[in-house]
């Protein structure tokens, strides 16, 4: 049966009137944007194990782009909001770099932006800041805020935006669809203007156990989810991605275009097994969040037949039993900010 193309998960409080569309100020330095049709909506998709693929022939992103996968894209969001405190980082000078200044008019880009909710809620809260959204499929909302535009393009490729136009770069969970982040933070230097503020966030592509239950380790008492991490990271890197993140604050600092450069690691739970309310309420919502990625891993770990169906599903109920039961796992997100020298 045919997948229908996705459409944007829109929120209510995502619209905006034809009045409120319009951003002086915000024209003159944006590249040349392709406007997409309702029509053209299914050309940029393909099909594949009942799931929507993304359709650009170079990109290698592996995971889904469906209503499913939108869906557990902006639960993470949520779940990343309640883990930092905030849309980044609490030490992260987002505030002072974006701040209003009398006669020049200030930009942000977020690269990968996918569904588009940090954008979108990061915007709302500067008015005055023109925001970019890049991605390669076109699953933002159909309704962006006035200072907000949304824009298809691959992060493997140079942008046609002017060097020094923007005051702050996102990239958040970025290493699934770009094969070198050299290459991508030496767009990001070109990009930022002076002191200009690069925010990172990437998940470790494996569990571990919180410090609270060493000295337990995954290969011990967690042999299902051991075994599917090295199952993707062997997938991964046979399409050219990073199995394991890289470091990003040491290739900041090779570049020699950053300074003050300041990393950070948080932990979020996956279960009930935290002692407080707050923490078991995170802990069971980003449960659900990371059996979702689990299924949506499913057509790359089976490309070539690696994978029988029921070979797949057997591991997957493994892997559900385990973070069911087996208490003091943790997803491990790193965040980084530098400044532009």
């Known amino acids: 049966m045919a997948v229908p193309a996705p459409v944007p998960l829109d929120d209510e409080h995502d619209s905006a009137s ?16 392709e406007e997409l049709l309702s029509d053209d909506f299914p050309t940029y998709f393909s099909e594949r194990d009942e799931r929507l693929f993304h359709s650009h022939g170079t990109s290698p992103y592996p995971l889904p782009v469906d209503t499913p996968e939108q869906e557990r894209m902006n639960d993470q969001h949520r779940a990343l909001h309640e883990l930092l405190g905030g849309h980044y980082p609490e030490a ?3 505030e002072d770099v974006l701040a209003q200044e009398l006669g020049r008019q200030k930009f942000a880009l977020d690269m990968c932006t996918g569904t588009g909710h940090w954008t979108m809620d990061v915007a709302r809260d500067f008015p005055h800041v023109a925001f970019r959204g890049l991605d ?18 691959d992060a493997n490729t140079p942008t046609s935006y002017a060097a020094g136009t923007f005051d702050l770069i996102h990239a958040r969970s970025v290493t699934m669809a770009v094969t070198s982040y050299a290459a991508l933070l030496a767009e ?18 494996s569990l571990v156990f919180h410090p609270d239950f060493a000295p337990r380790t995954l290969p011990t008492h967690a042999p299902a989810l051991t075994a599917f991490f090295a199952r993707l990271h062997a997938a991964l890197a046979a399409r050219g991605l990073h199995p394991i993140p890289p470091p990003v604050a040491p290739l900041l600092a090779h570049t020699r275009a950053f300074a003050d450069i300041a990393p950070r690691t948080y932990h ?25 990625y689990v299924a949506s891993m499913r057509p790359m770990l089976a490309e070539g037949g690696a994978f029988s169906a029921a070979a797949y599903d057997d591991m997957y109920a493994r892997v559900e039993r385990e973070v069911r039961t087996v208490a003091g796992l943790v997803a491990v997100f790193h965040t980084v900010h530098a400044r532009k020298i």
């Open 18 to 33: 034809e009045d409120e569309r319009h951003f002086p100020g915000a024209e003159a330095t944006d590249p040349d944007v």
């Open 136 to 153: 390669i499929v076109p699953i933002s909302t159909r309704y962006p805020l006035p200072n907000v535009q949304f824009t298809m393009h």
């Open 92 to 94: 992260c000078p987002v």
């Open 268 to 292: 979020m739970p996956l279960g009930a097994w935290p002692p407080d309310p707050a923490g078991q309420r995170l802990g069971l919502a980003f449960r659900t969040v990371f059996l979702r």
């Open 188 to 205: 990001a230097a070109r990009l930022l203007r002076p002191r200009g503020l690069f925010l990172s966030g990437e998940w470790a592509r």
